[in-house]
């Protein structure tokens, strides 16, 4: 998927270009079959907003992490506001929603309440039930240490799991992630990259594969090259024969399987957008047991300087996107989610004033949201700074008080028993946010073993 459908401004955020085609990076990748069998493999052009994920053929009982970056810089003021604070109103005159009591504007352009201080964007009032239920957290006056407001530099920090742009490690988090929890066994399609370009979050992952769509993904020749290339690699153990069956053994399942006649589960209804599509893609990829672990997307379209409205206009449709496919998302998979666990994070978040365009400036820090299996729902964790001018960090931002590596990191621990922080996150003092519950998996569902 291509990245360049979320800016409005003169930031960099084309991210880096990768010359050739999806097929011919195939071929590089250690894990996937060689000579005829690469043939074998049908790409076709169809677009998804499902950037990567990442398949154990043989271990359909962990837990899926789904990761979803907002590109271009949500506002998080107006997404959980924090209309409890007298210096919110005053700083957004216009933009600004209204507490959920009352004041100013239509009974449409009044928060959500969530704990009496802050508020959800009323377009995102399909997450309030999971809010309620305990099901989704929301955290606040989240970032990163680096300063920049570049959507280029603030992305490859975040996505990279670093502190600043300029720290000098080039692999994505999610690969050091894969790297620190390698399985047993060669697995073929371990990270798989659906899109355009490889996601900075996967850059130096070895197993990597890119290509435009899972579902697109099978293996298209007569039966008998099939039948001659499971014949040649059901024996032996070494590591090509060893990759070239558990390959075969991937393609089989995914040559059997149909996204298009996938059907939500509980009445959910996916929004016919690039989200909804995505999510239902994994919803459906998790029915499949095919192992996914992991899952990333991406929604652009956040870069509000005009326009950005209240009630209506750019971040209210934004929001109603990703409130209405997280929704269903949950709603279809039901229990299933109590081994899944949703990321939402952007790179950066407004300047807390509204600027003289009716929209919001590049600014510092944003929110976060977490929701499924182990998250610990119903609160707003913050330590929040304040809006007032002396709190505000020039020229006028929201302060960031948690590291969103903290966040990852503790997702990470909790999820994937995962606990080599330092590997995955290169100098963070980790301190834990307490936002997941301590489930290190000895048991029950989505147990490790």
């Keep these: 998927m291509m990245r360049n459908d979320w800016y409005s401004c003169d930031g960099y955020g084309d991210g880096e270009k990768t010359e050739g085609t999806p097929f011919a990076r195939v071929t590089s990748r250690r894990t996937v079959l060689v000579g005829v069998a690469l043939g074998a493999v049908s790409w076709l052009t169809a677009k998804s907003a499902l950037a990567q994920v990442a398949v154990h053929p043989k271990r359909t009982n962990r837990n899926l992490i789904v990761s979803i970056f907002l590109r271009g810089g949500a506002d998080g003021l107006n997404t959980v506001v924090p209309y409890g604070e007298d210096a919110y109103h005053r700083l957004r005159p216009t933009l600004g929603l209204a507490s959920p009591r009352g004041g100013k504007g239509s009974a449409a352009e009044r928060v959500l309440d969530l704990d009496g201080f802050f508020g959800f964007n009323p377009a995102l009032a399909p997450l309030l039930p999971l ?6 957290a929301v955290l606040h006056a989240v970032g990163s240490n680096d300063h920049t407001r570049s959507h280029f530099e603030a992305m490859s920090t975040m996505e990279r799991g670093l502190s600043q742009v300029n720290a000098g490690v080039s692999s994505g988090w999610l690969a050091r992630h894969l790297e620190t929890c390698r399985p047993e066994h060669v697995v073929p399609l371990r990270a798989v990259a659906l899109g355009a370009t490889m996601p900075d979050s996967l850059r130096g992952a070895t197993d990597a594969l890119a ?3 899972l579902a697109d993904f099978r293996l298209d020749t007569d039966a008998d090259i099939t039948t001659a290339l499971k014949t040649l690699y059901k024996k032996g153990d070494d590591a ?9 053994h991937v393609l089989d399942t995914l040559n059997r399987l149909d996204p298009k006649s996938y059907k939500p589960s509980h009445g959910a209804v996916y929004p016919k957008s690039d989200l ?8 459906f990829l998790n029915r499949a047991n095919v192992g996914l672990e992991i899952a990333a997307l991406d929604k652009g379209g956040w870069d509000t300087h005009v326009a950005q409205g209240v009630s209506t206009g750019i971040l209210s449709g934004q929001l109603d996107d990703l409130g209405k496919s997280l929704a269903a998302f949950s709603q279809d998979l039901g229990p299933e989610m109590a081994n899944i666990t949703v990321i939402v994070q952007t790179e950066f978040g407004r300047r807390a004033g509204e600027n003289s365009g009716l ?9 976060m949201l977490l929701m499924g299996g182990g998250v610990k729902g119903g609160k707003v964790y913050t330590k929040w700074p304040g809006l007032e001018a002396h709190q505000l960090e020039d020229p006028g931002d929201l302060r960031v008080t ?7 990191a503790d997702v990470l ?37």
């Design 240 to 248: 090509l024969t060893e990759a070239g069956r558990e390959t075969l």
């Design 276 to 283: 909804g599509s995505a999510l239902e893609q994994v919803a």
């Design 413 to 449: 621990v909790a999820r994937t028993g995962d606990s080599d922080v330092q590997a995955v996150f290169p100098g963070l003092d980790h301190q834990p946010v307490g936002c997941m519950a301590d489930e290190r998996w000895a048991g029950g569902p989505g147990a490790l073993t």
């Design 402 to 408: 948690t590291d969103y590596r903290d966040v990852l």
């Design 359 to 367: 929209g919001t400036d590049h600014g510092r820090a944003s929110m």
């Design 211 to 213: 290509m435009e769509s």
């Design 131 to 136: 809010y309620k239920e305990g099901q989704l």
